[in-house]
């Protein structure tokens, strides 16, 4: 009834070429960013923020990386993990470089690096299709998990392998380090996946993205459109590792903390973020988002859903009941919708503009 | 070459220009298999030219040497006064080269606009960064590719299907959305293989027509592949016939219709 | 213009990615040769002479290593197996054979473990590897029929995390001793004289590389002589021609992952006696992906001779190159070697030569 785009004339191309064309559509976005900007600050507690709303984004933006990679382009990566390790890396040494530069500036340089790995990484990408490729960036992740541990400037030869977060501040407001309160973490991550989310949505919505998703579609027409396959395959892998390594560099400094950075990004991480991206939907930002939601807060949910429900669980057994669901959640839902949480969106927005009087 | 044509039996010859491409001795193996042996013959600016041939005669090999998705063991193609025994598809398509595919290529996953869209990505020429901002200067390329794009919509009658994926299209208007987003490049030579194949008779008169018009509207050279010789006899100024990768026949339609090789070729011959 | 003048020389095809290819290699070898005999600090000379020095003058090291390599080898091709039958028959690239593997070596120790008899716990492990087949037919594969690749592989991946809660939940994620006497595998080493050094060679190795020889060969026969083995292979070859003469895709997908299951169980059991049954093993599993791409999704030879060059392969890297930059390169060797392989022949070591058309 009120989702309705009846009287909603676009007279330049402009207007029809906008991303949210609806008008109804605008004001839900400017709703969300108000609640995720002003809302959510103000009523979360710090865990909510600091254990769920960060890791969320964080995850979000990892997403949107890899789905520019597979969902946009068509080509399947399993190494996600590593790229980000390689902007936390690549942050990291930054920090200890260039003392004086704001954080984050460094954290969007360490994508840069990011980047020229996936770049280096992707090269095969040309010759090699498929899940051969996917194997073939299985290589990346290895590869890269291994220089983590064993390459010790990276970790600027510290004895347990540990990279420091170190206090830096914007303002005079400490934005990471141990005294940067969760809302300030929250709202570098907050702007950071914004900006960027809106320059990925830019990118699928021009030539840009029409190249990648031609490639994906039928490399060969692509080709003889005059399209230069191993530039548009690059492009891609070089923007989606620029977004893992921002993800990674404000997963270590905006959230971890460096302790554990020889241990995060593992194989299990890529998978991770490769179910966010189908699950939400290949080929959608909007997916990324609600993927990364499903599958960061399954866990959570797990634990403390389970036994409010009455089901008692000790820690162990609730872990592997966890991993058992996870795996059947992922099954069944590719049997329903094997478009992602996208397309249930879509349909849902198809069904609400018709309601109540759908014939 | 000369532009004035002449005709041995005298029919009336359109006028056409230069040899826009030439295909000199060129063979084509893989492994063992001989696709095609030493064929020559050219296309003439403004002309329509049709290759014929029956099944795995070579011609969907033919234009794939072309426009460079194979390349020639033997032989030269001259386009536009460039020689070349190796091209890239994406030179070719830049050298102004644009195909569409016997069974339909389209890219399934996007809609009507953005396929032809995609034909206008040789002409775009922002940078990544005001791609990314996607404001000013690459907002205004994109609007006035967007302008092009929507007359060729209009000129093909799709407007309704604008904003469908193509996947989902019916045959006939998948057909004509590729021929679209071949216009959309602006080729100078349209290669077309099986243009009407899988049509019913009203839809492959509305492709006859659209193919006439771009040809003396746009004054687009044609060169395309048909098995209804109907279609071919009517369109085309000049056939050239394939048979187990050799040429065996070429000339004007009639020419073509009465060369005994050609019947041959099709009805067979009593040994 | 320039490719025209380049072409006659010597028939050879100087455009060609591999004569390309080689002719770096070789420019490489050169400039590291001549590298070597300008090099002050050693470190050319480290890499390129001194771990063949070392192979010569050691000649039973080598043998060891060529022989851990070549057991390890033999593991990881009875994995690729597994997914060779799987992608042959359902066109599934089924990322759980590695988590099957370690589920059944569970499977028959845990059973054990509740004291059914070591022979009998053979048995009711096929039996939950037989359910296991039909649930995945049943749960995962029928109603995801035609659905795209990617779809059905990442279908696998939530196989691999159910088997993995459902194993430990069961069983409980403590590692666990595989039962290697019970099932009368042999035990200890063989130390064999060569060349003025000793050779260990463990029996259960030999007992290994022996039962995975004689499981291929069933499997050969199989395939090639009956009934099943045809109707598999031309399920392998076409599925809507297959279903066109009458052939059960349905039967034939049980039947295919319940084989795969067996190889599991036999893979499970001869890792298991190397080292411990546990989930960690998983890691290890995914050795078999550069097998495949070694050997081709869709080759059985492929996937043996694939296996043994990357496990030879990986150990002798680790052994004599590894220390050079830190040790530890075993764990991505392999994904090199394979990619490696790859750029020369990106169908595999065993694929056809793909012709593209449109």
């Given amino acids: 009834m009120f989702y309705r785009e009846a009287g909603q004339f676009k007279s330049t191309y402009q207007a029809d070429m906008a991303v949210f064309p609806i008008k109804q559509d605008r004001i839900g976005l400017a709703i969300i960013l108000g609640i995720a900007f002003i809302g959510i600050p103000l009523v979360g507690g710090d865990f909510f923020i600091s254990s769920v709303m960060i890791p969320f984004l964080v995850f979000s933006l990892a997403a949107i990386g890899l789905n520019i990679l597979t969902g946009y382009t068509g080509l399947i990566s399993l190494g996600t993990a590593a790229f980000m390790g390689v902007g936390a890396y690549a942050c990291y040494k930054l920090t200890t470089f260039f003392p004086d530069v704001n954080i984050i500036v460094l954290i969007l340089v360490s994508g840069l690096f990011s980047a020229a790995i996936g770049v280096l990484f992707g090269l095969p990408s040309l010759r090699i299709k498929g899940f051969y490729l996917a194997v073939a960036t299985l290589a990346a992740q290895f590869f890269l998990q291994w220089a983590f541990v064993r390459v010790p400037w990276l970790f600027n030869y510290n004895a347990s392998g540990a990279i420091e977060v170190p206090q830096r501040t914007l303002f005079d407001i400490s934005l990471t380090g141990a005294s940067a309160t969760p809302e300030t973490r929250y709202f570098v991550c907050l702007v950071l996946v ?51 390594g921002v993800a990674g ?46 599958i960061a807060s399954l866990p959570t949910i797990m634990k403390f859903g389970l036994p409010a429900l009455g089901v008692p669980l000790s820690g162990a057994t609730a872990e592997h009941v966890t991993f058992m669901l996870v795996g059947a959640l992922i099954i069944l839902f590719l049997i329903v919708e094997p478009h992602g949480l996208a397309r249930l969106w879509q349909i849902g927005k198809q069904k609400l503009r018709t309601w109540p009087f759908p014939y | 070459m000369n532009a004035a044509v002449m005709n041995v039996t005298g029919e009336p010859v359109r006028e056409k220009g230069e040899v826009l491409l030439s295909v000199e001795n060129v063979s084509l193996r893989f492994g063992g298999v001989k696709a ?34 194979y390349q020639p063991q033997e032989g030269q193609i001259t386009f536009k006064g460039e020689r ?95 021929l679209g987003r071949a216009l959309a490049m602006e080729p100078e030579l349209l290669l077309l293989d099986e243009p009407m194949a899988g049509m019913n008779l009203e839809e492959k008169e509305d492709m006859c027509r659209f193919i006439l018009d771009v040809n003396q509207q746009f004054g687009t050279t044609i060169a395309l592949i048909e098995h209804d010789m109907g279609v071919v006899m009517d369109l085309s100024d000049r056939v050239v016939v394939l048979e187990y990768g050799r040429k065996i026949a070429d000339g004007t339609p009639a020419e073509v219709k009465a060369d005994q090789a050609v019947i041959d070729a099709y009805l067979g011959v009593a040994h | 213009m320039s490719d025209a003048t380049l072409r006659p020389i010597a028939g050879i095809n100087f455009n060609s990615f591999r004569v390309r290819a080689a002719l770096i290699l070789a420019a490489v070898l050169l400039l590291g040769i001549i590298g070597i005999r300008f090099d002050s600090s050693g470190t050319l000379h480290k890499i390129f002479v001194d771990p063949f020095d070392q192979m010569v003058s050691a000649p039973d090291l080598l043998v060891q290593t060529i022989w851990e390599g070549l057991v390890s080898g033999v593991l990881y091709a009875l994995i690729a ?93 403590n590692p666990k001793q595989m039962i290697t006497d019970q099932l009368h595998l042999p035990r200890g080493a063989i130390e064999l004289k060569l060349f003025g050094g000793f050779v260990s060679l463990q029996k259960i190795d030999i007992a290994a590389a022996i039962i995975a020889s004689l499981m291929i060969a069933v499997l050969a026969v199989f395939f090639q002589y009956t009934r099943i083995g045809r ?128």
């Fill in chain 1, 194 to 244: 914004v900006v960027l989310t809106w320059f990925a949505s830019n990118l699928v919505h021009g030539k840009i993205g029409r190249s990648w998703m031609a490639v994906r579609d039928m490399d060969i027409a692509a080709e003889l459109m005059g399209i230069k396959l191993l530039n548009a395959k690059l492009l891609a892998f070089a923007v989606s590792s620029f977004y893992a």
């Fill in chain 2, 84 to 178: 070349r025994q190796k091209m890239k598809p994406h030179r070719a398509a830049a050298a102004g080269i644009a195909r569409t595919f016997q069974n339909v290529a389209l890219f399934k996953g996007m809609s009507t606009l953005d396929n032809i869209m995609t034909g206008r990505t040789l002409k775009m020429k922002r940078s990544f960064f005001w791609q990314a901002l996607r404001h000013g200067p690459a907002m205004a390329e994109e609007i006035e590719h967007r302008r092009v794009v929507e007359d060729i919509i209009d000129f093909l009658q799709i407007e309704h299907i604008r904003k469908l994926p193509v996947g989902k299209l019916p045959y006939g208007l998948q057909k004509r959305v590729e």
């Fill in chain 3, 231 to 358: 109707a598999l292979r031309a399920v392998a070859d076409s599925h809507k021609a297959a279903l066109s003469v009458g052939i059960s895709l349905n039967q034939i997908w049980v039947i295919v992952w319940f084989t795969a299951g067996i190889v599991a169980l036999i893979t499970g059991i001869m890792w298991g006696a190397r080292s411990d049954v546990s989930f960690a093993l998983e890691i290890v599993a995914l050795k078999a992906l550069p097998v495949l791409i070694l050997g081709g999704f869709t080759s059985i030879p492929g996937a043996i001779i694939g296996g043994l060059i990357i496990g030879i392969g990986e150990k002798l890297g680790e052994f004599y190159w590894g220390p050079l930059i830190g040790g530890g390169i075993e764990s991505w060797l392999a994904y090199f070697i394979a990619l490696g392989f790859l750029l020369f022949r990106p169908q595999g070591l065993f694929g056809d030569k793909i012709i593209e058309r449109i």
């Fill in chain 3, 81 to 173: 197996l597994g997914f060779v039958l799987i992608f042959k028959a359902s066109g599934v690239f089924n990322f759980a054979q590695g988590i099957m593997v370690v589920f059944a070596a569970l499977t028959l120790v845990g059973l054990y473990e509740k004291g059914v008899p070591a022979f009998l716990a053979v048995i009711l492990t096929l039996g939950v590897m037989f359910v296991l087949a039909v649930a995945i037919e049943r749960v995962v594969l029928r109603p995801l029929v035609n659905q795209p690749d990617i779809i059905l592989f990442m279908a696998t991946f939530g196989i691999t995390y159910f088997l993995i809660g459902l194993g430990e939940t069961v069983f409980g994620g």
């Fill in chain 2, 36 to 69: 095609i042996t030493d064929v020559s013959f050219d296309i003439r600016k403004g002309e329509v030219r049709a290759i014929i041939g029956p099944n795995g005669a070579g011609k969907t090999s033919m234009l794939n040497c072309i426009n460079g998705f």
């Fill in chain 1, 249 to 294: 560099a404000m997963m270590i400094f905006l959230w971890y903390g460096g302790g554990e950075a020889n241990d995060v990004f593992t194989i299990r991480l890529s998978f991770n973020i490769l179910f966010m991206v189908i699950i939400g939907g290949l080929g959608s930002l909007i997916g990324s988002f609600l993927g990364a939601a499903f």
